[in-house]
């Protein structure tokens, strides 16, 4: 198959990435390459036949149509994103341009390329969102695929507006569509301002490891490599029009996280040790959701998937890589606004 990626120099998009071209497929990589983007990501597959690299932006209606006339794809999977809520807390404006008016022009030229080519019926743009649409739970309960949106940040509002765009793309004009809405990931090439990757070099530079509030916040945990192999997954076996949640069955108070991510810096980092003498509580995200947990029924009956990685396996893997590749974070802490703290309104 032939997908177009977008976002694939990010987090998310370079595993599909890396995955994709392991299964034989062949990928064109649309990115704009902002702050978040790191070509590195993609390093191990990108001397392959079957890999192209797109630097455009989401924003230009114009360049996406002319990819869609020269690449043709097969599919899409749409993950280029404003991603972080810190972030949109600062400058919602390009969470809007990028997420939703971003989404939009790739809703257009996708549907201008099904037209083009006689609608056929195994095309699909898979539309990549978040369980963050969901708003937040209390002490108990989980999302499922039919929990209403109640977005409380400028970056879930941006993207359940998205969300919205593709369905209305698929009930109005008939667009093959799939949805899926996971938990927060982790994993090795995130991005240093999330975080995991904020906890492991704070814990290995020796210093104050921060934590938003009282570090009450629960959040289901996916390994990012369990992730990738879901979505391509649901790209080739989910059905038309159909939203799945994927989720990492980890639920993880955050300040128990950041104690299991000392646990690992003690074992593999004896002399920095007890790492968690470093953890500083600092004030709270405004508006910060309390709990998210995903119902992944819908998910394990239809397709069969489950994460594979737990918690403490994907957590050591994910210290040993950092401790492993300070050639690929530490250009990185250098980028505008990493290292400070954002978000506090
Ligand atoms: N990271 C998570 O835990 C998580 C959880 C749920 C959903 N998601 C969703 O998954 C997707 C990928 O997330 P991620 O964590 O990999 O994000 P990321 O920030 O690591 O990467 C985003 C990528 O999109 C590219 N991009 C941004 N704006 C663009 C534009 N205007 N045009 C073209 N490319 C642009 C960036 O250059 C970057 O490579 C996003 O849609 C995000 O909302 C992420």
Redesign the pocket.
Known sequence: MKILI?????????AVVRSAVRRGHQVVN?????Y???LANVAAVSSSDLYYLEQ????DRDVLEQIFRSYCPDAVM???????VDRSIDGPDNFI???II?SFNMLEAARAHWLREGRPEGFRFHH?????VFGSLGETGQFNEETPYNPRSP?SAS?AGSNHLVRAWHETYGLPVVLT??????GPYH?PE?LVPVVILKALAGEPIPVYGDGGNVRDW?YVEDHADALLLVLEKGRNGRSYNIGGQNEVKNIDLVRMICEHMDTLRPEGAPHDRLISFVPDRPGHDRRYAIDPRRIRDELGWRPSVTIEEGLRRTVEWYLANSDWWQPLLSREGVGRRLGTA
């Not at 455009?56 to 924003?59: E, L, Q, T």
């Not at 990549?128 to 963050?132: L, P």
């Open positions: 977008t976002g694939g120099a990010g987090f998310i998009g370079s649309l990115d704009a390459l902002t978040a983007a790191n455009a932006d989401i924003r749409h993950l280029a994103a404003e991603s972080h341009q990028t997420n971003g990549v969102s978040t369980d963050e970056y993207k809405n996971c938990s927060n990931n982790y991005f999330k996916l």
